[in-house]
């Protein structure tokens, strides 16, 4: 399956926007994009995710390069709530014998 | 619309028991999914059920194992319980599969083994 790399932790300062990005070089034409993240003692939580075209939901943008192997997720006003692990994952379309596989992900860090 | 739910959140056992966990998923969900968490090795992902079908598995012993019944819910058990067993045990639902609906987690069932 496809790997993500994304940058081991960010900060950010609150209200700003975050740009948390991931490569995913190995990309392949199938795989969609999903991002989750995992707050401090819960279960992850579904952020956005998408396929060729840049997403928006209420939480956050998704923004996939033209060649699709990096994007890019958004959060246009941060909280100090969204001060999470995010985790940048792919997956086949048809499904895959690996799930979700969650990597290491990027820990956010909020500054008030 | 109730999340998906996650019993017993707590159990304690010791080594060369077995244990059972249970999930019920968001009402109209039919994939079902389980992931162990551990510091050491993050989120892994177990297996999946969709009707009453296994249709994924992960890279784990025989000794971990699920099912899902017609309304969905799902059990999974390990038996002959190790000190590497102890975990938070994620269960996550999806209308149809994880690949392109998005996965609702539930809370967990954090695991200790003695």
Request: aromatic share 10%; proline share 5%.
């Amino acid at each position: 399956d496809a790997k993500t790399t994304q940058p081991n932790s960010m900060e950010s300062n609150e209200e700003e926007p975050v740009h948390l990005p991931c490569n995913h070089s190995t990309i392949s034409g199938t795989d969609y994009i999903h991002w989750y993240r995992q707050l401090p003692s819960q279960g992850p939580e579904y952020v956005i995710h998408g396929l060729t075209s840049n997403v928006n939901n209420r939480m956050a943008s998704l923004a996939i390069a033209e060649d699709r192997k990096s994007s890019t997720l958004i959060l246009h006003r941060a909280t100090l709530r969204d001060a999470a692990v995010y985790y940048c994952i792919l997956s086949p379309s048809g499904g895959g014998a690996d799930g979700l596989t969650f990597g290491k992900g990027t820990h956010l860090i909020i500054q008030p | 619309k109730a999340g998906v739910t996650q019993t017993p959140r707590y159990l304690i056992k010791t080594r060369g028991q077995q244990v059972t966990l249970s999930c019920s998923p968001i009402s109209g969900h039919r994939s079902v999914s389980w992931y162990q968490q551990t510091p050491g090795q993050g989120l892994q992902f177990l297996f999946e059920y969709f009707s009453e079908t296994q249709r994924n598995k992960g890279n784990f012993p025989g000794r971990f194992s699920g099912r899902q019944f017609s309304n969905s819910r799902s059990e999974m058990n390990v038996s002959t319980l190790e000190l590497g067993d102890s975990a938070l045990y994620l269960c996550a639902s999806s209308l149809v599969t994880y690949s392109y609906n998005e996965q609702f987690f539930g809370p967990g069932t954090r695991l200790t083994v003695l």
